[in-house]
């Protein structure tokens, strides 16, 4: 028979908190009001809420945990939970442990709560017990202003832009309000913001507005974290600024728009390509920033291991044939092509290319921007590339069949084409291109080689030999690895002033898939992508999720991360 579990009121008394005839007066008070004990015994005094919550944590066999401890506090992950879920139910997230997520709640008895967040974040949860009143101040302090880890704590809206806005405000077309006058409030706080998130290495900023509030983020390392809440008055002059700089029609808030920003921070010259889009409360602005080093950083800072770098440097130097890189937006894929043009430009090879749009100014390269509005498409452009006698095409992207099999023909008569396409993996390239409508024999024949890749953070160089504690066996699963050959090898990230959630920077995980007779027979007869990655692996191919694994056990990056980026990879073995 199963023991029955001590009741709230034996537990005070016997931790000397109170007496049973406290007890029995709040249990009177409990029956009169409605509410449980524990209330009735704030409600009269008789206990704090921090007592009353340890009782409750030793009835219910859980931990209690002070968020005001420093070593607690500084374990607070409120990225973990969604905001929305964190409000309603104030829940907290204190990472993970054992494969565990730690959740901080105030209410033990609260199932259905488990069970949401079981149920969302797919993990099992080990509940924590914290005061209802710290777990609001923190949460409603996120709200005003506390920052995740790495961002300015203060908000980028100061008092004297906010009486400004305030008394000049129309809030029907903004126009008093000066948005190009550099002694203009707003302009201020937009100059802040892009300078800001340059130097905090962002490669995108997101304005989004929202029903009562317009949010700010920066996206670093690949993961977007929210910087400000700007006041809703404030949306229509600040996105009207942005505009302005990158040269759209501020009167037209229909249609998507794109543009491009030029200033220079700390004398570096930083380009911003923007994007406005409709959205339903109001428009959505992202802001790309290009800089210009970004991609001159070396094939060797790629992070190709040796082996597959060999390869690479192979490839590039063939005299002819198409060279693909595939992955979804934001692998860097244009990155690696530059890098590898970079290594190619020299004064004996005429190089030209074609994009949608232009992201970086190569000196010595001919580089063509895509303006569809006047006819000059990805076709037109690489049917006069042909016309120039190039040595090296490259396409910035392979989107149809047309642009497909003119990029095919320049690589059948003597060209070197790079381009990319949008699939998840190497072998996938070859189904896609036939699925365009291009002849299996043309793709065939014409491909040299496809290299899939994805951006893994790496961590920080304050990173510590993760413990078993630490390693979440399911990650490790996920990549192939045994705890007994993850331990003594694996890293864990520590958070730094420098790298507050330890990791710094990013490289790629690559799988390179070169064509065989074999692989070219199998795509001849439109065989399955299954089929073409079991001959390309037969070959020697190292795919994704191996090339992450060594990343791992070189202490490049952790096991959660390389499972996050290359997971699809992981199902089909």
């Keep these: 028979m199963a023991r029955s579990r001590k009741k709230l009121g034996e537990i005070l008394v016997a931790q000397g908190v109170i007496t049973p005839e406290q007890v029995e007066q709040a249990l009177n008070k409990s029956k009169e009001d409605g509410t449980r004990i524990g209330e009735a015994l704030k409600a009269l005094g008789f206990a704090d809420a921090k007592q009353v919550l340890k009782a409750l944590a030793a009835q219910h066999g859980i931990k209690y945990v002070d968020l005001t401890n420093e070593k607690i506090a500084a374990l607070i992950d409120k990225s973990a939970i969604d905001e929305s879920v964190m409000k309603k139910h104030l829940v907290l997230s204190l990472g993970k442990s054992g494969g565990k997520m730690r959740v901080a709640l105030h209410d033990p008895m609260d199932l259905e709560v488990l069970d949401n967040l079981r149920f969302r974040l797919n993990t099992d949860i080990e509940p924590l017990l914290a005061t209802k009143e710290q777990l609001r101040d923190i949460i409603q302090g996120s709200e005003a202003g506390d920052s995740p880890a790495g961002m300015p704590k203060e908000s980028l809206v100061t008092d004297s832009i906010d009486r400004t806005i305030d008394r000049s405000v129309d809030r029907s077309m903004d126009r008093s309000i000066d948005v190009s006058s550099e002694d203009s409030p707003v302009v201020k706080l937009v100059d802040r913001i892009l300078e800001e998130a340059v130097n905090m290495r962002?490669?995108?900023?997101?304005?989004?507005?929202?029903?009562?509030?317009?949010?700010?983020?920066?996206?670093?390392?690949?993961?977007?974290?929210?910087?400000?809440?700007?006041?809703?008055?404030?949306?229509?002059?600040?996105?009207s600024r942005l505009k302005l700089m990158a040269a759209m029609n501020i009167a037209e808030k229909r249609v998507p728009q794109d543009g491009r920003i030029k200033i220079h921070v700390d004398e570096v010259p930083i380009d911003f390509r923007v994007s406005a889009c409709p959205a339903y409360h109001g428009e959505s602005v992202v802001l790309r920033i290009l800089r210009p080093d970004a991609v001159r950083i070396g094939l060797e800072n790629l992070g190709f291991e040796k082996e597959n770098l060999d390869v690479f440097n192979r490839i590039i130097r063939r005299p002819n044939g198409i060279f693909l890189v595939t992955g979804p937006t934001g692998s860097g894929k244009t990155t690696t092509l530059y890098s590898a043009l970079d290594v190619l430009n020299r004064p004996d090879r005429k190089i030209i290319t074609a994009e949608d749009p232009v992201e970086y100014n190569f000196e010595g390269i001919n580089q063509c921007q895509v303006r569809d509005d006047i006819g000059l498409t990805f076709p037109a452009i690489l049917?006069?590339?042909?016309?120039?006698?190039?040595?090296?095409?490259?396409?910035?992207?392979?989107?149809?069949?047309?642009?497909?099999?003119?990029?095919?023909?320049?690589?059948?008569?003597?060209?070197?084409?790079?381009?990319?396409?949008?699939?998840?993996?190497?072998?996938?390239?070859?189904?896609?291109?036939?699925?365009?409508?291009?002849?299996?024999?043309?793709?065939?024949?014409?491909?040299?080689?496809?290299?899939?890749?994805?951006?893994?953070?790496?961590?920080?160089?304050?990173?510590?030999?993760?413990?078993?504690?630490?390693?979440?066996?399911?990650?490790?699963?996920?990549?192939?690895?045994?705890?007994?050959?993850?331990?003594?090898?694996?890293?864990?990230?520590?958070?730094?002033?420098?790298?507050?959630?330890?990791?710094?920077?990013?490289?790629?995980?690559?799988?390179?898939?070169?064509?065989?007779?074999?692989?070219?027979?199998?795509?001849?007869?439109?065989?399955?992508?299954?089929?073409?990655?079991?001959?390309?692996?037969?070959?020697?191919m190292s795919q994704l999720v191996e090339d992450g694994r060594r990343k791992v056990l070189n202490g490049v990056t952790t096991p959660e991360e390389i499972a996050r980026v290359s997971q699809f990879e992981t199902g089909a073995h």
Excluded: W
């Design 202 to 239: 962002t490669s995108d900023i997101h304005v989004e507005p929202m029903h009562d509030r317009v949010r700010l983020r920066y996206r670093i390392d690949g993961v977007c974290i929210e910087r400000d809440n700007l006041p809703k008055r404030m949306q229509n002059s600040v996105l």
């Design 383 to 540: 049917r006069s590339m042909l016309r120039q006698a190039p040595n090296i095409i490259l396409v910035g992207e392979i989107r149809d069949r047309e642009v497909g099999e003119i990029a095919i023909q320049a690589a059948l008569t003597g060209h070197l084409v790079f381009s990319t396409l949008h699939t998840n993996d190497a072998p996938s390239a070859m189904t896609r291109l036939i699925d365009m409508g291009i002849k299996p024999f043309l793709v065939a024949s014409s491909i040299q080689a496809v290299m899939a890749q994805r951006l893994i953070r790496v961590l920080h160089k304050s990173k510590a030999l993760a413990e078993e504690s630490d390693l979440d066996p399911k990650y490790l699963n996920l990549i192939g690895l045994k705890m007994e050959d993850a331990l003594g090898k694996v890293y864990k990230p520590v958070p730094t002033d420098e790298a507050p959630n330890g990791f710094k920077g990013r490289k790629a995980i690559f799988e390179m898939m070169l064509m065989n007779s074999d692989i070219r027979e199998l795509t001849f007869r439109k065989a399955q992508a299954t089929d073409i990655r079991r001959a390309a692996v037969a070959a020697g």
